[in-house]
């Protein structure tokens, strides 16, 4: 008797799980119809808004003045969304994003046909249809975000830019909150200055691709969510908790295939123990990654302490499949000088980088990277 009363509740536990995940899965279906209809849309308003414009003798004034009118009378039917400045997103998004509208697409969306008049006269050729979200498979969708982080996207001006920070938000499943601070911590800028004209350029086509060390690397670390002020007072210990305790935000910070191993990992030979500050292992480039956190200028005691680290984790942790020990010294200065003459000239595995406490200058990253 006890065995069929166990087998009947754990037959019911497996039917309401599938429920369940049934129930999630029509969920999420929903909220990808609903996202894809509204894309095309507003991509279909602002393809509309472009061809009636350049119908108009005045583009500009023409331009401002249907759609404010549309504004007006959108918003009395349909409420609230149509606002002058979405409108106005619209077009742009069209301008924008009208070359991932493939021809076959949009034959597929017209069905490919003319229009034949019953009396025998020849086919009148159509105007440009309007794409229907019902004919676009999955595979065929131009769009892998949701409105609102293309609303974030069309700020930004330069194409190999916001191609960069769309692909990025797709592959890290970037909610728009984390977009917009990647976007205001420079990120593209940080990870460019750390590449060639050609690298550069592969971040516009397929994002930050982790491959080598130095892949694995930006320019400097931004770390304005600790909340630490640039000129107070904190120690290394300070700094080290409020790192742990905004440890998710830290490791979107560092990037891709990072995951967190421990703080304060210790060793010990011949009596002595040693301490590293904080351990983190990379999947991509299957290899632990070392960090020492210092709060001044980078010393060359810093940089054997760090060399002695990975040393220890090449010759006792890791295992002959992983690759070798990064070491990381993150600080608040760095030393080019003592780089140079501590390092060896081919040194690949121990690095320095600055951190700031505050988010950088968009501006001065840029002129930067141009130079």
Known sequence: MKKIVVSRNTSRKVLLQSIKTLIQDARQHVVRNVNTTMLITYFEIGRMLVEDEQKGSHRADYAMKTITQLSISLTKEFGKGYSVD????????????????????????SGSKNSKPSDGRKPVKKETTAISPSVIGKSDFPFSLSWTHYVQLLKIEDEDERNFYEIEATQNNWSV???????????????????????????AKKGQLIEKTTDALKSHYVLEFLNLEE?????ESDLEAAVIDKLEHFMLEL??????????????????????????????????????????????????????????YDRKIKTKEENRTIGIILCKEENKTAIEFTLPENNNTIFAKEYKAVLPSKAALRKQLES
Do not use: P, W
């Open 255 to 312: 990037g891709k295939g990072f995951l967190f191993e421990g703080r304060q990992k210790r060793f010990t030979f011949e009596g002595d123990s040693y301490y590293v500050d904080l351990v983190f292992y990379n999947r991509l480039l299957k290899c632990f990654i070392l960090f020492d956190l210092k709060i001044g200028k980078l010393t060359h005691q810093d940089l054997g302490q760090m060399q002695m680290y990975v040393n220890y």
């Open 177 to 203: 909150r984390e977009l917009t601070r990647q976007f205001n911590s420079a990120i593209y800028e940080r990870v460019a200055l750390s590449r060639n004209k050609k690298g550069v350029k592969v971040l």
């Open 231 to 235: 000129n107070s007072h904190y120690t």
């Open 86 to 109: 979405n409108i106005e997103r619209f077009r742009n998004f069209y301008l924008s994003y009208k070359k991932r509208i493939s021809a076959s697409l949009m034959r597929k969306s």
